[in-house]
């Protein structure tokens, strides 16, 4: 069972930058692919980015495409999303998750998910 733990939100305003952090316990972390996922109010949960368990691979969604970098950790069991030029439709609820094999975009496909970080950002 593994457990994961977002941290780094808060408010900002657009143009500003946040680093997201999400620690696994309770697996082995090599084992899996991460994702980053968000939540706007009234909204569905949408994809945001993911990586491979070696790092190697990384996609990402349009709309965060050149402005947001997924990156990882495994020697601290650590997933990080480094976001720059936030604007403020990247207001949301933001969650990690875990699934083995590879990152994909469909939320459905993650075994294992964090309780999420708030990220607001202010025009």
């Known amino acids: 069972q593994v457990q994961l733990a977002e941290s780094g939100g808060g408010l900002v305003q657009a143009g500003d930058s946040l680093r997201l952090s999400c620690v696994a316990s309770?697996?082995?972390?090599?084992?899996?692919?991460m994702g980053w996922f968000r939540q706007a109010p009234g909204k569905e949960r949408e994809f945001v980015s993911g990586?491979?368990?070696?790092?190697?691979?990384?996609i990402y969604a349009d709309s965060v495409q050149g402005r947001f970098t997924i990156s990882r950790s495994n020697v601290k069991n650590t997933v990080y999303l480094q976001m720059n030029s936030l604007k403020p439709e990247d207001t949301a609820v933001y969650s990690c998750?875990?699934?083995?094999?590879?990152?994909?975009?469909?939320?459905?496909?993650?075994?294992?998910w964090g309780q999420g970080t708030q990220v607001t950002v202010s025009s």
């Open positions: 309770g697996g082995t972390f090599v084992n899996y692919a």
């Open positions: 998750a875990a699934r083995r094999d590879w990152p994909v975009q469909r939320d459905r496909e993650y075994d294992y």
């Open positions: 990586i491979s368990w070696s790092g190697s691979t990384a």
